[in-house]
């Protein structure tokens, strides 16, 4: 499967989904995390009509670093 966290970010700069204090990822109130096969929590979100993947802590070190992981 493959992770679009550059579609997904700009999501969380414009508010749709929010990351609090603890490093968890919020969408209109509720967690938007799912856990997958190998226990790593992620982020679904539709943008337009396709479904993009994003891991939940790659979004949290961008979102508290404010720069993309490093290679």
């Given at each position: 499967m493959k992770r679009s966290e550059e579609q997904v970010y700009p999501h969380v700069l414009?508010?749709?989904l929010t990351?609090?204090?603890e490093g968890r990822v919020?969408?209109?109130g509720?967690?938007?995390e799912n856990r997958t096969t190998l226990g790593y929590l992620q982020v679904r979100l539709m943008i337009g009509a396709k479904r993009h993947h994003a891991l939940a802590h790659r979004l949290v070190y961008r979102h508290f670093s404010g720069?993309?992981?490093p290679d």
């Open positions: 414009s508010g749709l990351i609090d204090v919020w969408r209109s509720f967690r938007a720069q993309p992981i």
